[in-house]
C-alpha cells in the first residue's frame, strides 16, 4: 500500500510535469521547419519561371537541294533460258546463284540423233553436187556440137535446164547442211547475257521440249541495274532543266528505313508522258551495282541532287513554325528573351531550309520548346554542354554543303545560353 502511494505521488509531482512539457517542445522546435525560413526560399508572388528550349544558329553553308522519290529496283535484263530442240537433258553444268558471263555453257541435251541428220544433210548435198557437175560436162559438150550443127536446139536448151535445177538443188542442200549444224549446235545450251542465275527448273536426265515455257534459268542482269522511281510533276522541271543543259544529275539509293545509303547513279531518262491518275511521273537511274548492293524488285529510297545553292543562311526544319500569317520562327534575343519574326523560306534540304528573309546570321533560334514560348517570354536554353550556347561569328560557315560543321558553334542542333557575370 505504501509502494502504491509514493507512485502516485511521484506522479503527481510538479517536476515530473515541467521535464515532460520540456521534453516535449524540444521535439516540436526539432522536427517542424521554421515557417518564416521556408516563406523566405518560396518564389516572389507572381513569378514566371524561364522557359527551357533549345536553339540553333542560324549558319552559312552551301545547301544541296535533293528531291525525294520511292523507288523500286529493276534488271537491266532478264532472260528465260529454254531450249530450242527436244531432247534428252544430258548435263547441268551451272550453279543456282552463281554470276555468269554471256555465252557460257550452261546445259547439254543429247547430240546424237541431231550428228545423224547432219550426216545425212551432208550425204546429199554430196550427191547432188556429182550430179551438177555431170550436168556441167554434159553442158559443155552439146554447146560444143551446137556450134557444129551437129545437134538441134532443143538439146542445147534442156541441158541448160538441168544445170540450173542442180544448181538450185545444191542450194537447198547446203541450207539444210546448215540447218542441221544449227540444230546440233543447239543441243549446247548458253548464256545470252551476262548476269546472276536464278533456281534450276529442270534437273538432268529430263526430257525437254524446244520453248518450254518453264524454261531452264532464268538469268538477271545486276551489274549494271537499274532503278525506276517517281516524282510529283511539280518537281519535273528542276530535273528537266539540268538535263537538257547536258548535267548528269545524281542518284542515290536508300534501304527501306532511308538510314543507310545502297549505292550512287546516275539519271538516265524521264518518261514521256506524266501519270495523270497519280500526277507523278517514272523516271530511271542507273548503277554499276559492282557490290550487289541492289536485288531486282528491292523496294528503296531515292534522293537525286538537282541543285547546290551556295553561300545560303540556313536554319533547322524544326525550328520553323506556321501560323495563320505564314511561316514564323522564335528568335532568342541577347537578353535571353524571345521574338516572333516571320520569315521568307527558299530550299529545303534535309533538316535545313535556307531563309531569304527574318533571320540573320548567327541568331539563335528556337529548335524545342515553342509550345510553352509568348513574345517576349522569358528563356532558359539548355543543351548537352556549355558551349554550344555561344553563336558562331557572322559569316561563319560549315566545312561540307549541307552537313553540320563539328568545328562551328551550335552544329550539334542544341545552343545554351552565354554565361552570366
Not at 519574326?341 to 533538316?351: E, H, I, L, N, Q
Not at 533571320?359 to 515553342?370: D, H, M, P, S, Y
Amino acid at each position: 500500500m505504501s509502494e502504491r502511494l509514493s507512485t502516485r505521488s511521484l506522479v503527481r509531482s510538479p517536476l515530473v510535469w515541467l521535464g515532460s512539457a520540456l521534453l516535449v517542445g524540444l521535439a516540436v522546435w526539432w522536427f517542424i521547419p521554421d515557417a518564416t525560413s521556408t516563406a523566405k526560399k518560396g518564389p516572389p508572388a507572381g513569378f514566371v519561371p524561364p522557359v527551357p528550349v533549345k536553339t540553333e544558329v542560324a549558319r552559312v553553308q552551301d545547301l544541296d537541294v535533293y528531291l525525294r522519290g520511292l523507288g523500286t529496283v529493276t534488271a537491266f535484263n532478264t532472260v528465260t533460258v529454254r531450249s530450242r530442240v527436244q531432247g534428252e537433258l544430258t548435263e547441268v553444268l551451272f550453279k543456282e546463284g552463281e554470276q555468269v558471263k554471256e555465252d557460257q555453257l550452261l546445259a547439254k541435251i543429247d547430240p546424237r540423233s541431231f550428228e545423224v541428220a547432219l550426216e545425212q544433210a551432208i550425204g546429199q548435198q554430196q550427191q547432188d553436187e556429182s550430179q551438177y557437175q555431170n550436168a556441167k560436162r554434159d553442158l559443155q559438150r552439146y554447146q560444143t556440137l551446137r556450134k557444129q550443127d551437129s545437134i538441134a536446139p532443143q538439146m542445147l536448151d534442156t541441158q541448160l535446164a538441168l544445170v540450173s535445177k542442180f544448181e538450185g538443188q545444191l542450194k537447198s542442200d547446203r541450207a539444210a547442211v546448215d540447218n542441221a549444224r544449227l540444230q546440233l549446235d543447239y543441243t549446247r545450251i548458253t548464256a545470252p547475257i551476262a548476269g546472276r542465275l536464278g533456281l534450276r527448273r529442270v534437273d538432268a536426265g529430263n526430257l525437254i521440249i524446244a520453248n518450254d515455257p518453264l524454261g531452264l534459268v532464268v538469268i538477271t542482269q545486276t551489274q549494271p541495274i537499274a532503278v525506276l522511281f517517281t516524282l510529283a510533276e511539280n518537281d519535273l522541271p528542276a530535273v528537266r532543266g539540268p538535263l537538257l543543259a547536258g548535267q548528269t544529275l545524281t542518284v542515290e539509293a536508300y534501304d527501306r528505313a532511308d538510314q543507310v545509303r545502297l549505292a550512287q547513279g546516275e539519271l538516265m531518262t524521264i518518261d514521256n508522258q506524266i501519270d495523270v491518275a497519280t500526277g507523278t511521273v517514272k523516271l530511271k537511274a542507273r548503277f554499276t551495282n559492282e557490290t550487289d548492293a541492289l536485288f531486282p524488285n528491292q523496294f528503296v529510297n531515292v534522293r537525286m541532287k538537282v541543285n547546290t545553292v551556295k553561300d545560303a543562311l540556313t536554319i533547322p526544319s524544326g525550328a520553323l513554325q506556321q501560323g495563320n500569317q505564314g511561316a514564323f520562327v522564335y528568335v532568342i534575343l541577347p537578353d535571353d528573351t524571345v521574338v516572333v519574326r516571320p520569315v521568307k523560306t527558299g530550299a529545303r534540304s534535309g533538316d535545313r531550309v535556307a531563309v531569304l528573309e527574318g533571320v540573320q546570321v548567327a541568331e539563335r533560334v528556337v529548335l524545342e520548346g515553342t509550345d510553352r514560348l509568348r513574345a517576349g517570354a522569358k528563356v532558359r536554353v539548355i543543351g548537352a554542354d556549355g558551349s554550344g550556347n555561344r553563336a558562331p561569328a557572322a559569316g561563319a560557315r560549315s566545312s561540307a554543303s549541307g552537313a553540320p560543321n563539328p568545328q562551328a558553334p551550335g552544329s550539334s542542333g542544341s545552343v545554351a545560353a552565354p554565361p552570366r557575370p
